[in-house]
C-alpha cells in the first residue's frame, strides 16, 4: 500500500480552491489542477508499507490522536515547488497553526519509532495542480502576486486519515484505510 498521513478540507473550502483553479488554469500554460475529491494537506507520506506495520502504527498512534480537540485552520497565500523558475506544483498555504504543527510532530515521533524519518522541516499546504511542462515565469509571477493576499474562511478538522493512493489510468485514486477521530469541542 502506498501510504499517508492527511486532513481531508471540507467541501465549501474545496468548493472556492476550484474557482482559484480555473482562473490559474486559464491563465497559466501546462497547468493540469488536482480533482477537488483529491484536495488534502499531507501530514507524512509513508510510501510502500505492509499492511501488517500499518496496524502496528495504528495501535500506537490511535490514543495519542484521539486526545486532541477540532483543529481549526485557515488556507492562505499561493506558491509553488520547488521555486517559479522551475515550477512543478502550484499550492496554496495553510496559515501558522502551532496546533496543527503539534500533531504534525506527534505523527513524525511515533513513526520514528517504526523506521521513518521525521522531518523538521514542515510546509503545509493543498496541491492545486502541476505543471506538465515549464510555465512562463512572468505569467506565473504575476498569478502568485494576484493571489498573494487569499486568505480562505476558517475552517475546523476533527481527524487524520490514513490513505492509500493507487495510480490508475484515470488517475490517482484515493481510499481512507483509518481514521483518527479528535475528541470533539462538544464532549468538553
Known amino acids: 500500500m502506498r ?7 471540507p ?5 472556492g480552491l476550484v474557482n482559484m483553479q480555473v482562473d490559474l488554469a486559464e491563465r497559466l500554460d501546462n497547468f493540469n489542477y488536482i480533482k477537488s475529491d483529491n484536495m488534502h494537506i499531507t501530514l507524512k ?7 501488517h506495520l500499518i496496524q502496528k502504527i495504528n495501535s500506537v498512534l490511535t490514543p495519542k490522536l484521539e486526545r486532541y480537540m477540532d483543529l481549526e485552520l485557515d488556507l492562505e497565500n499561493v506558491g ?8 512543478r506544483v502550484l499550492w496554496v498555504g495553510v496559515k501558522e497553526n502551532k496546533k496543527l504543527l503539534e500533531i504534525y510532530n506527534t505523527i513524525g515521533t511515533v513513526l520514528e519509532k517504526f523506521g521513518f524519518t521525521h522531518e523538521i522541516r514542515f510546509i503545509p499546504h493543498v496541491t492545486l495542480g ?3 511542462k515549464s510555465c512562463d515565469v ?3 509571477e504575476t498569478a502568485l502576486s494576484d493571489y498573494n493576499t487569499f486568505v ?6 476533527n481527524e487524520v486519515l490514513l490513505k492509500d493512493s493507487t495510480l490508475t489510468p484515470l488517475g490517482i485514486v484515493y481510499s481512507i484505510k483509518n481514521r483518527f477521530s479528535f475528541l470533539s469541542d462538544s464532549y468538553v
Open 3 to 9: 501510504c499517508f498521513f492527511c486532513f481531508d478540507i
Open 11 to 15: 467541501y465549501a473550502i474545496r468548493r
Open 45 to 51: 507520506y509513508l510510501g510502500n508499507v505492509d499492511e
Open 80 to 87: 509553488v515547488f520547488p521555486n517559479v523558475e522551475d515550477a
Open 130 to 132: 502541476r505543471f506538465k
Open 138 to 140: 512572468k505569467k506565473l
Open 152 to 157: 480562505s474562511k476558517p475552517f475546523k478538522l
